[in-house]
T-cell receptor
């Protein structure tokens, strides 16, 4: 199946700094990418949907100025957590969908962010 | 609103045992239902899906039937293997959108 990678797999940063997480589709072109957040023992919550070349659509309650999403190419989307705080510590997961298979989202392995 | 509830884990079974992981949903509109599996260190993978009532999704020996009358989509497998040890997520999407709503996941541990 299609492969999606995330980098880094884990990151620790100081409060107030910004962190960038990359999501890449390795063997297909992803017209749409999704970013999720998962707290311990809770479900994945969709944060935003991005289409290549256009602005991301954020879910209600997600601060677009804090979680900057860029989908500049068909194989790369980035999530930047700006001015991170301890409450932003979480597991961030991306998924990507190509042009075929409407419901088929391919998921990355996730990035564990810890803000000290 | 739309939500998914699945049984808490972990579910611990011996190899060749029968597996059921319960999943119920609440949805407006006409949901499609999914089971995803996440093996250690890997991303979620679509295991099976059903897009309308009474449909049965199946893959790798796993099955789930879309039950509208009970708003359920329980995952079953007749004989589990150690390699089935993973976290299983039930999910839905509504009205032909890409937005997936997930349950909390159920960890399955199978021992030889």
């Amino acid at each position: 199946g299609a492969v999606v990678s995330q980098h880094p797999s884990w990151v620790i940063c100081k409060s107030g700094t910004s962190v960038k997480i990359e999501c890449r589709s390795l063997d297909f072109q992803a017209t749409t990418m999704f970013w999720y957040r998962q707290f311990p023992k809770q479900s994945l919550m969709l944060m935003a949907t991005s289409n290549e070349g256009s602005k991301a659509t954020y879910e209600q309650g997600v601060e677009k100025d804090k979680f900057l999403i860029n989908h500049a190419s068909l194989t790369l989307s980035t999530l930047t957590v700006t001015s991170a705080h301890p409450e932003d510590s979480s597991f961030y997961i991306c998924s990507a969908r190509g042009t075929s298979g409407r419901y088929e989202q391919f998921f990355g392995p996730g990035t564990r962010l810890t803000v000290l | 609103g739309n939500s998914v509830t699945q049984m808490e884990g972990p579910v611990t079974l011996s190899e060749e045992a029968f597996l059921t992981i319960n999943c119920t949903y609440t949805a407006t509109g006409y949901p499609s239902l999914f089971w995803y599996v996440q093996y250690p260190g890997e991303g979620l993978q679509l295991l099976l899906k059903a897009t309308k009532a009474d449909d049965k999704g199946s893959n790798k020996g796993f099955e789930a039937t879309y039950r509208k009358e009970t708003t359920s989509f329980h995952l079953e497998k007749g004989s589990v293997q150690v390699s089935d040890s993973a976290v299983y997520f039930c999910a839905l999407s509504v009205d032909n959108t890409d937005k997936l709503i997930f349950g909390t996941g159920t960890r399955l541990q199978v021992f030889p």
